[in-house]
């Protein structure tokens, strides 16, 4: 009899936790659009280029923009960070995230070839209640990227740094982060929301920043941040 009312009592604990953890969750599915490309053939791609023909779905990157690995990062000042790989073939996951509000849902694609870990993504904010069920729609496109295969410039004094990606793309950045490097740490320096853009006669966007004080002899790395957030951080060397 006892043994009977043990394993009652552990099949009502286990029944409350899982209720109170579905009371507490929200039932989020996160849809990037990747899939169509991923699961596209060599023979796609060259039909594709020579119709200039792309997928019927909008958000599906054109093919310049294939990425290798996918994750989702879901963070917010009250919760732990949750970080999920998202399949390649579906492009697709659905997870349970703690409700709450401003939880912030970051996707990223890597694409090895260019090195670039951070180089395709989309990032949006929301509040979500205990039980919702929702379908993210996040707009995604091209992070700000500097080619490591070809030469990029920057400039550097104390106060100012210029850098030129080398690109006529205008990644439209809309701030940039400056980090210093503290024993192989980047840390978080500067947030610039002010700063100047110019094209040269090559159509090359460069981007000035001012009014900042860098130490002489340090390390620094800079992001550029847009609407789809934050790229690659690239090394910036004091003399």
Known sequence: MKRHTSLLVLTLLFTALISCSYENTATVTIDTGIRQQAQRS????????????????????????????????????DMETITQSIPRDTGRITLEVPAGSQRTFEVVGNNTYYSAERFYGGITT???????????????????????????????????????????????????????????????????TGFSTQVDQYGDYSYT???????????????????????????????
């Open 42 to 77: 060599w023979i796609d791609h060259l039909l594709a280029w020579i119709s200039f023909s792309r997928p019927v779905k909008a958000d599906t990157p054109p093919d310049e923009l294939y990425v290798d690995k996918i994750s989702v990062t879901i963070s917010a000042s």
């Open 209 to 239: 920043i001012e009014n900042i004080t860098l130490e002489n002899g340090q390390t620094y790395f800079l992001s550029g941040v847009n609407q789809y957030g934050e790229g690659d951080k690239y090394q910036i060397s004091m003399p």
């Open 126 to 192: 929301l509040d979500l209640t205990a039980g919702q069920q929702v379908t993210l729609d996040i707009a995604m496109g091209k992070l700000f990227f500097i080619n490591d295969g070809y030469p990029y410039y920057y400039s550097s004094t104390n106060s100012t740094i210029t850098i030129t990606p080398n690109s006529s793309y205008n990644y439209n950045p809309t701030a940039f982060k400056i980090y210093k490097d503290v024993n192989d740490t980047p840390i978080l320096e500067y947030v610039v």
